[in-house]
C-alpha cells in the first residue's frame, strides 16, 4: 500500500525568508502524480502545486517549487520570500494511476503547520 | 462559479442521531470525492462517486455509512447513528475528471457528535 511520511510536524520561518517542508512516500507503482495542499485556519484545501512523475523536470508556482527525486520517492515543497499569509497547514499527497478502482485517490500526509513570523 | 459548496459547515448530533451532509460540486464536474479529517490528521479517503454510481467505496466503514451522488442534486454523506469517534471534519472534493489536476475542495463539514 502507498503511504505518505511528513516528518516535520512543525515549522516556522520569517518573513521574506525561504523554507523547505518534507515529504517522502512509498510506491510500487510507476505512474503517478504528486500534490501538495495548503489547509489555512478557514479549512479550505487548497492546490499548491502538482508533479507528474513522468516528467523530471520539478514544477513551479510562483514562489513555491518542489525538489522532486523518484528514485529516492522524495517530493519536497521550497517556499521562497514567505509571506505572512503562507501559515497554514501543509499537506503533501500521493495519487496513484495504476491501482484498479483507486486510480484518482489521493492519499496524504499528516501535514506540517508552517508559521510565518514576521 | 460557486465552487463546490459544502452544507452544513458545523453539525452537531446526539450520539444515535442521524448525520446528513451535503456537497455539491462545482459546475460540470461529475467526479465527486468524500474524505474524512480527524483532528491533527491528514485527509483520509472515503468515497468515490461519479452521477449515480459508487466508483470506489474502499474507504467507507461497513456499517453505518453511506453515500449517493443523484442524477439531481447534492451528493449526499450519510451517517446512521452516530457514535463520538465520527466526530471529524469531513471533506467533499469534486473534478471534471480524474483528479490528476487537482480536485477542487469544498470547505468542509465540522460534525461533532455530543
Known amino acids: 500500500a502507498q503511504t505518505v511520511t511528513q516528518s516535520q510536524p512543525e515549522m516556522s520561518v520569517q518573513e521574506a525568508e525561504t523554507v523547505t517542508l518534507s515529504c517522502t512516500y512509498d510506491?510500487?507503482?510507476?505512474?503517478?502524480?504528486l500534490f501538495w495542499y495548503k489547509q489555512p485556519p478557514s479549512r479550505q484545501m487548497i492546490l499548491v502545486i502538482r508533479?507528474?512523475?513522468?516528467?523530471?523536470q520539478n514544477a513551479t508556482e510562483n514562489r513555491f517549487s518542489v525538489n522532486f527525486q523518484k528514485a529516492a520517492k522524495s517530493f519536497s515543497l521550497k517556499i521562497s520570500d514567505s509571506q505572512l499569509g503562507d501559515t497554514a497547514m501543509y499537506f503533501c499527497?500521493?495519487?496513484?494511476?495504476?491501482?484498479?478502482?483507486?486510480?484518482?485517490?489521493?492519499?496524504f500526509g499528516k501535514g506540517t503547520k508552517l508559521s510565518v513570523k514576521p | 462559479n460557486a465552487g463546490v459548496m459544502q452544507n452544513p459547515r458545523h453539525l452537531v448530533r446526539r450520539r444515535g442521531q442521524e448525520a446528513r451532509l451535503r456537497c455539491s460540486p462545482m459546475?460540470?464536474?461529475?467526479?465527486v470525492y468524500w474524505y474524512r479529517q480527524l483532528p491533527e490528521e491528514g485527509l483520509k479517503f472515503m468515497v468515490y462517486?461519479?452521477?449515480?454510481?459508487?466508483?470506489?467505496e474502499s474507504g467507507m466503514p461497513k456499517e453505518r455509512f453511506s453515500a449517493e451522488f443523484p442524477k439531481e442534486g447534492p451528493s449526499i454523506l450519510r451517517i446512521q447513528q452516530v457514535v463520538r469517534g465520527d466526530s471529524a471534519a469531513y471533506f467533499c472534493?469534486?473534478?471534471?475528471?480524474?483528479?490528476?489536476?487537482?480536485?477542487?475542495f469544498g470547505s468542509g463539514t465540522r460534525l461533532t457528535v455530543v
Open positions: 459546475k460540470g464536474h461529475s467526479h
Open positions: 508533479q507528474e512523475a513522468y516528467k523530471q
Open positions: 510506491t510500487s507503482e510507476n505512474n503517478y502524480y
Open positions: 472534493a469534486s473534478s471534471q475528471t480524474i483528479g490528476i489536476y487537482g480536485y477542487t
Open positions: 462517486l461519479q452521477k449515480e454510481n459508487i466508483i470506489d
Open positions: 499527497a500521493f495519487m496513484g494511476l495504476n491501482y484498479g478502482g483507486s486510480q484518482g485517490n489521493l492519499i
